[in-house]
């Protein structure tokens, strides 16, 4: 199957909140209190988008009691980045999951820019987003649904 070509990607970022630690907590930050979350979505649209949501936090384990720990969230924002691809097949919804790889793989490249610079200032940009393994990711959220090395979107 041969890899399809798509226009600049476009990011939209659907929610956003960033807080500043110092104001809020008041205590000095230790980074091993920091729990970070990532989450991912994929979809395929008519009119020939490849959709990827995205959500990250970052959050600070505030206190630990016998009920359970309380997290401040420091960061989270979610994020949609589109690919319209250019001349898919006709109602093409089978995609190589090394392509869809590559997809996920540049959103993220995307959001990291778009972190380290909407935190520039805060304590949470000492932090920066890991590394992903976006073959793995995808191959471990939808190992359901690939065959053959080959992803088949629903056809919502």
């Known amino acids: 199957m ?7 990607p476009r990011l939209k970022t659907v929610n956003i909140e960033l807080r500043d630690f110092d104001y809020y907590i008041g205590k000095k930050f230790d980074a091993k209190k920091l729990d970070f979350d990532f989450d991912f979505m994929m979809s395929y649209k008519k009119l020939s988008n490849i959709e990827i949501f995205i959500h990250v936090q970052y959050a600070y384990l505030d206190k630990k009691t016998k009920k359970g720990e309380t997290f401040f969230p420091v960061y989270h924002s979610d994020h949609i980045v589109n690919f319209e691809l250019i001349k898919p097949a006709k109602n093409q919804k089978t995609f190589e999951v090394d392509y869809l ?17 909407i935190t520039r200032g805060y304590i949470i940009n000492k932090h920066p987003l890991p590394v992903f393994n976006p ?22």
């Open 101 to 117: 790889a590559h997809l996920l793989g540049t959103a993220i490249i995307m959001i990291k820019g778009y972190y380290d610079n």
């Open 135 to 156: 073959t793995e990711m995808i191959n471990l959220k939808y190992e359901d649904l690939i065959k053959k090395n080959l992803l088949t979107f629903s056809s919502k």
């Open 2 to 8: 041969k890899n399809i070509q798509y226009k600049v």
